[in-house]
């Protein structure tokens, strides 16, 4: 198994690509935390790991704050040992508006969760990769990092300054053998995020979701959605050994979208 021994944290994994990633990791060995806000779902997707053989356990957290970051990372070692992954998949939206509607405190939200995060979280956990001389972090971004879409500012500011933290901490962590990585996900139709966003764009722009979702999926080269395994698929060989060459670079699987 490409994960054999190592311990894996896996935000946002009740559902949609984090429960995707954190699955593929448990089948190629990975001990997995499983952590979101909603206990429900994070404790559903342990089971499911664990009914398939592999070793996970859940953790319901809020990762905008600090001590429930420590939390997460306390809890992992407590079960498993040492932490040999971090992803930080966690994410939201927020609001699908103009700029100039957006309040400072739905600004701030967002950062929280999809930026601030992934800092609290790296620096828990580099001292001990970089003790151990070995590790992994891989940072869940999005297309809306490179490419120009209207009604998302928040959304896209913090998912680009994500790229920024990657290659930063790559540059700081190589020489001590840890690597630092990046995903942007194009549109994955099946995700609750996504569900939001076409709701959002449908009632900012007066079509009707159905348009919407068939505008998205004609806007890759591939003329289709990705899909959650897909992602997953991607997280899974940036963070095994396959991909032992690759640090501070950033992975598009999105269908050629950007580039369409």
Not at 141 to 169: C, D, F, I
Not at 227 to 256: H, K, P
Request: net charge neutral; glycine share 10%.
């Amino acid at each position: 198994m490409l994960l054999s021994g190592q311990v894996a944290i896996v935000t946002g994994a009740g559902r949609g690509i984090g429960r995707a990633i954190a699955r593929a990791l448990a089948t190629e060995g990975a001990a997995v935390m499983v952590t979101a806000r909603t206990e429900s779902e994070v404790r559903l997707v342990a089971g499911e790991i664990s009914k398939a053989g592999g070793r996970a356990t859940a953790l319901a957290a809020d990762v905008a704050h600090e001590a429930e970051c420590e939390k997460i990372v306390n809890a992992a070692r407590a079960a498993f040992g040492g932490i040999h992954i971090l992803v930080n998949n966690a994410g939201i939206y927020g609001p699908v508006q103009p700029a100039e509607q957006i309040t400072p405190r739905e600004w701030d939200q967002v950062m929280a969760i999809n930026l601030r995060s992934a800092f609290l979280l790296s620096r828990l956990v580099l001292p001990e990769m970089y003790a151990r001389g070995a590790g992994n972090i891989l940072n869940i971004s999005s297309t809306a990092a490179k490419a120009a879409y209207q009604w998302n500012s928040p959304y896209a500011a913090s998912k680009a300054a994500l790229l920024g933290l990657t290659r930063t901490l790559a540059a700081e962590a190589a020489r001590h053998g840890v690597r630092v990585n990046a995903i942007c996900p194009g549109p994955v139709a099946e995700t609750k995020m996504s569900e939001e966003l076409r709701r959002g764009l449908a009632s900012q722009s007066g079509a009707d979701e159905a348009t919407i979702s068939q505008q998205m999926s004609l806007g890759t080269l591939q003329g289709r959605p990705q899909t959650a395994e897909e992602i997953a698929a991607a997280a899974l060989f940036l963070v095994s050994s396959r991909a032992s060459a690759i640090t501070g670079q950033t992975l598009n699987v999105d269908g050629g979208s950007v580039f369409y």
